[in-house]
Nanobody, 115 residues
Framework: QVQLQESGGGLVQPGGSLRLSCISS????????MDWYRQAPGKELEWVAR???????NTADSLKDRFAISRDNAANTVYLQMNSLKPEDTAVYYC?????????RGQGTQVTVSS
């Protein structure tokens, strides 16, 4: 089993930056892939980025110019760096893990982009 805890969300002005963190209860080196998702009000869950055990990251095409995923295995933490934030980035951001064929997700952290 894997427990995930996101943090780093908050209120930020348009054009600002945030770095989200996701701490895993299990050693990250044992987890095949970690993902970030988001869900805006009234919209479906949207995949944002993935990083695998070999530290290969991939970000959704529409976001790759502004968002970047990284991981620190020693800290069992995955990060999502978000720059040049826009109001449409407002959402609850979740991290997810795939471990031994089972998918896990944290409870999310709210990001609000507003002036």
């Amino acid at each position: 089993q894997v427990q995930l805890q996101e943090s780093g969300g908050g209120l930020v002005q348009p054009g600002g930056s945030l770095r989200l963190s996701c701490i895993s209860s299990r050693n990250l080196a044992a987890i095949h892939a970690m993902d970030w998702y988001r869900q805006a009000p009234g919209k479906e869950l949207e995949w944002v980025a993935r990083i695998n055990a070999w530290n290969n990251g991939n970000t959704a095409d529409s976001l790759k110019d502004r968002f970047a995923i990284s991981r620190d295995n020693a800290a069992n933490t995955v990060y999502l760096q978000m720059n040049s934030l826009k109001p449409e980035d407002t959402a609850v951001y979740y991290c997810g893990a795939s471990y031994l064929g089972t998918d896990y997700r944290g409870q999310g952290t709210q990001v609000t982009v507003s002036s």
